[in-house]
């Protein structure tokens, strides 16, 4: 095992009492700690602009279901990774960012290479959950983690009431669980009676995480051949597994032969 090395410890705290938010390296990765070990963001320090967490790379599976993204708002930053991706691959993408604290914004510029804004990238220290407005995105990004512990306030009803009417039509709700979250059935069912039920599920590849992709506007069911057309253009272009993740997505959701379903209860497996 590496040794790892903190860079910085008890930096850039805003007040007392704040977690201690800390940047460590190791293996060639540089990571942020926020409030305990948990990895809070990660970054390949040979390929800064790489998503180098499975659950991220597998966070981008919602192109599958919506590929053509116009204005995305995410809630979280951590050491940016995501709005990074965003920012060099998705070119026709408005990304707007919202984090509660201050220093993650300022560890991202200086430790993670967030680039700084511009008219395709804005970042904003707020409250996630008071940010949203009606149909002001069609995509929302929630991965608020603390220390390893899903913020509650990014998974009530309410929550999830107002991501559906901040979301254009057709959009998308991109969402980050743990998959051993003893709360996750109760998030997930929130997330389905607020979306009528369009929700798929992917399960990350190799990190311990489950994404939810809940939809507004979408077919109720996808043919698995456009999707395989759609995941093949995906992965030359982006350089990401596509294609397992449809496979993914047929083990974990309500399926045909020819189809993937969305929001219903069964189907032919």
Known sequence: ?????????????????????????????????????????????????????????????????????????????????????????????????????ARVVAAAREHFGLPPDDARLSVEIGDGAEALAPECCDVLVVDGFDDGEQVPGLATAAFYD????????????????????????????RLE??????????PALSDPNVLAFALKG??????WRALRTRAARLQVRLGLPFERYLAALKRMNPH?????IIGAQGGEQ
Not at 46 to 51: G, I, N, S
Request: hydrophobic share 45%; proline share 5%; glycine share 10%.
């Open 162 to 189: 107002a991501a559906w009417l901040a979301l254009t039509e057709p959009g998308v709700l991109v969402a980050n669980f743990m998959s051993d979250d003893p709360k996750l059935e109760r998030y997930l069912g």
């Open 1 to 101: 095992m590496s040794r790892v090395r903190n860079l910085a410890r008890r930096a850039l705290r805003r007040l007392r009492g704040a977690p201690e938010l800390v940047m460590s390296e190791g293996r060639g990765m540089r990571h942020m700690h926020l409030g305990g070990d948990a990895i809070q963001s990660a970054m390949r320090l040979d390929d800064p602009w790489a998503l180098a967490l499975d659950y991220t790379r597998c966070m981008m599976g919602f192109l599958l279901l919506h590929p053509e993204p116009r204005a995305a708002l995410m809630l979280g930053l951590g050491g940016g990774s995501l709005a990074k991706f965003f920012h060099r691959h998705l070119r026709r993408t408005r990304t707007r960012v919202i984090e509660l604290d």
């Open 256 to 260: 045909t032969t020819q189809h993937l």
């Open 193 to 202: 009676r607020a979306f009528g039920g369009a929700v798929v599920c992917l």
């Open 218 to 223: 979408a077919s109720p069911r996808v043919e």
